[in-house]
């Protein structure tokens, strides 16, 4: 393993390359990542850095919005397999129908979906500034595709803003139920249980703290609390066990992964910086309109 990190440590000098990973990756990736983080860190990031190349450890959606708000730079995804059920969930031609039931409604979209999707909707959000984009249209009815449960659970949050949601969901959020935070709450009194907003609305709901992954890895950092319960997929835990060894973690349940996120690996980002393979391309056309979607969401939330 250390050759294959000194390898491409070097590459990454030699062709002005940078490595982003979600925090979900296996938690070997973060030895060659330049930043590790949440759905909107990483796309600030891509979007600020002067590298001339772009290799992403996530899922397609989020190589495709780097590419979408960072055009010049070459974006690379390690493993062309990496994508997310959730963003699959909903096309083009559902997103376009879903607003025409709905009409003269603005219409968020969440970052997990595709370019296509995003270049049909007003403005983009991610699991951390979801309320403050939704509260920033100043209206009191709004569509949010494609997560019904992150819509529903900003809609908690904000007075007098019904949010329309469409019926997507993360599968490996959308399985926790209530009996497991009541199980937890009984099994870890003393723990205080972070749960990400893409679980269901009612179990958010009996959360000390719903946030996204880099939130909840950041309530972990400022808690003087020594016991948590994890809500999210077990990357975060992993991260958090490394990072915290004086503090315990326990993961809500160990069917919290997500197999798209654990695809990549160091080979096959060795392989991509390498050779240059596995490029994400987009039609400009398509580029333009979903940019403009992403912009917006990247002025409100700095
Ligand atoms: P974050 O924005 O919290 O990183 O979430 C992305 C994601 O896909 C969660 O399942
Ligand atoms: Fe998509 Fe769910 Fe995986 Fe996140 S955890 S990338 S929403 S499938």
Redo the contacts with the bound molecule.
Sequence with gaps: MFNLIERINKLKKEKNAIILA?S?QNIEIDKVADFVGDSLYLSQKAKETNADIIVFA??Y??AQTAKIISPEKKVLLPNLHA?????DMINLNQAIEFKKNHPNIPMVCYI?STAEVKSVCDICCTSSNAVEIVKSLNSNKVLFIP?KNLGKYVETQLDDVEVITYNG?????DNVTEQNIIDARKKYPKAKILIHP?CLTEVTLLGDYVGSTSGIIDYVKNSPEKQFVIV??KGVADRLRRDYPEKEFFLISEN?L????KLTTLEEILNSLENEVNEVMLDEEVRKLSSSCIERMLKVSK
């Design positions: 979600h979900y996530g899922v959606f989020m994508g997310c059920l959730m963003a997990n997560d969901c993360c599968p490996v959020h893409e999210t997929e919290m997500c197999e798209s996120m």
